[in-house]
């Protein structure tokens, strides 16, 4: 601390002798000043160093426990001096408990990144652990083999837990690549939401999602699938409660067959202009289209029956056409059979072609 | 010329607005391509009316022919008059395999039977919807074309949009629907409005609805614009997140312009400074409608904006309940934070008493 004068050069006056824990205070000019609790010997010289400056400095030794020292001092200059002293005392007392406080921040930081290392360590090991069962586990269901039954520890048997647990997550994870319908949980537990994903030769296409309610009774809550879907006849049907996986694949089945039909009759309305599509439907499940022949012009009307909701094939093609002879001759038989095998807009090519149809 | 095509025709012109008169004419290809050519638009509708009718009675139009004009004006312009839904309930076996042809043929003779004048015109438009129109005649008088019922269906769904019926001709309606489309009942679905098309999407789930999903699509950026660089909202973060649950609740894009909805609801009072109306045995019956130019719209910015009480203007909501001591009813709704259920504060007071009770709960999920 130095002294707050103008231009003088005396510098730190106060300190305290490690062994004796003494403080020092220096009054110079006449102005009070307290300093810092600095390790230092006090000063020999005995007047200000500054030049011209007459001054003598009076150092007032003081024992903290005696506090003797603290008289001599006070009463020469009163008030103001006793307060002085006083506010050393407080700071001193401040900047060793700071100092302290410190050291202890330090040391319980160490502490807790002891733990937190600690911690790492147990969960790479754990994980590790949990690798090497996961690959016996795998082998295993490639295997075939029996299970062991032996006497497992509480620890074994948490860790086969946790690498089922991974092999379950996995396997939803793969479930939602190959575009099978993903599953989770909602409002912590009470509810799940399955998104149903469809799609149409390697094109992803809508997805539809369900919300159902896991307590107290399994119910669908809310749903964005359209109404033509019988959503309520496959709950019932395939006994929602007990089994929701069936239930799920016989709707994700639903559902793909429905957008592959839709996606059948963009393409056909798309690539296929000289065909006329005389009547659809919102389920897709009936399809009639105008065929017309070359050369002779003649028209040909085939019904496409789609009556199972399940699958993007016909069950049914019926031809019919004002030359009579027309459906029974050997190429449309053909034709027929073909509509009745590959979808139609690939069929539709395929008789274009041919030179059956326009 | 018969009167009521005249009627009928002049009616007509005047509703159709006069940029539109064009492609509807043109649609109808009752003219020939002259007398087309020879219409000028930009006349007053009274001299296009009349030209209209020299036209017709050049090509010896009936009433039918009139009444195909108007079906495909009302098939482009939907959104006007007032429809409501209608369920069909327990499909029988093979309700889902009913055809066109097999449904028309289906529903002329079985109205034809319960109603000895009727006329009906059945038109199949480009979405799959079937579009009947209905003049009603009785066993004295012809089909009247100037009150003619709209019906919409779409084949293999289970419900059926209905404009201007009265209600002598809704249960014979309803048994021609019933029995042509394999069903076994028909039910008031509740839900009606101006605009055909919302409450289609929204029956037939054609709507943007928001799921969580674990692998959520990248949300589109909102580009904010900052009008004054200078001006920090200090409700921006907490804005921010009332409407991402506005969102996740109602979702991002457009939603059906419903204009009213009713819910019919039994729900007990809940006071104890009011015995007479706790200690009620049979809970109150009480049909709630709500009202407003776009329902949803409303109480998706009441919940962006983070209002708690919807504001009645925004929404008219009446409560009529059923019970005779009840003659003083007040609701104010709120919309909590889920934005999916509503609570409203009832307050009743009972006859005799001027002060109104505190508040029953009544508490509705919105689907």
Known sequence: MVCERKQCASGDRTGTTALSRVTFTGQHCGYPEVGGVVTQQPPKSKTCKRSGCLHRIKYVQKNKEKDSGNMEGAPAKGVLSHLSLLEVKARSRKTQLQQHSRVMELKAKVEALKTQREQLKAQIQTHQDLQKLRLAMDKQCADEEEENMEEESENSKLLRLMARHTQLKDLLHAHHLIGGYDIIKTRKGKGACVSIATAYEDVFLDTFNLEIDLKPTVKISRHNIPPFIPLNNLAEQNNMQTDLRVFLDTLSKHLNAFAGRKQQLKLVKEKHKSVEVMESNVLCSLLVLLFTVPREKTAVLCTLDYTDHTRCLPTRVHLESEDKQLPDSPQWKKNCTLLMETPVHKALITMKKMGSIA | MDNTVKRLLERLVRRIPSRMLKTTLDKWSRLTATQRQSIDYTESKWALTEKLLAICEENELTVKHIAELEMIHVIENPNLGMWHAFQLMDPQGDAHSVELTQFKEQFKSHLSELIRHVSIKIKKHTDEAVWIRIAWGDTFSRPNHLKPTYVVH??????????????????????????????????????????????????????????????????????????????????????????????????????????????????????????????????????????????????????????????????????????????????????????????????????????????????????
């Not at chain 2, 209600?167 to 489309?181: D, I, N, R």
């Open chain 2, 154 to 367: 779409y084949l293999q769904t289970p419900y059926v949009f209905l404009s201007s019926l009265t209600s002598k001709q809704k249960p014979l309606l309803s048994q021609a629907l019933v029995l042509s489309t394999r069903y076994q009942a028909i039910k008031d679905a509740n839900l009606s409005g101006r605009k055909l098309t919302a409450i289609r999407d929204l029956l037939m789930k054609q709507y943007l609805q928001v799921f969580p999903t674990k692998f959520p699509s990248p949300l589109a950026e909102r580009n904010r614009v900052v009008s004054n660089l200078h001006i920090e909202k200090e409700q921006a973060g907490s804005a921010a997140n009332r409407h991402q649950m506005a969102c996740e609740a109602f979702g991002d894009g457009l939603l059906p312009q419903l204009q009213s909805a009713v819910y019919k609801l039994e729900t007990k009072f809940r006071d104890h400074t009011n015995k007479t109306m706790t200690e009620r045995d049979e809970p109150f019956r009480c049909v709630v409608k709500f009202a407003s130019t776009n329902l949803l719209e409303s109480l998706r910015h009441s919940a962006s904006s983070g209002t708690q009480k919807v504001l009645k203007t925004v929404i008219r909501i009446t409560i009529i309940v059923f019970c005779k001591e009840v003659s003083y009813v007040t609701i104010t709704w709120y919309v909590t934070k889920s934005c999916r259920i509503l609570t409203a504060s009832l307050q009743v007071s009972t006859r005799g008493h001027q002060s109104p009770g505190r508040n029953s709960h009544i508490v509705m999920l919105l689907h």
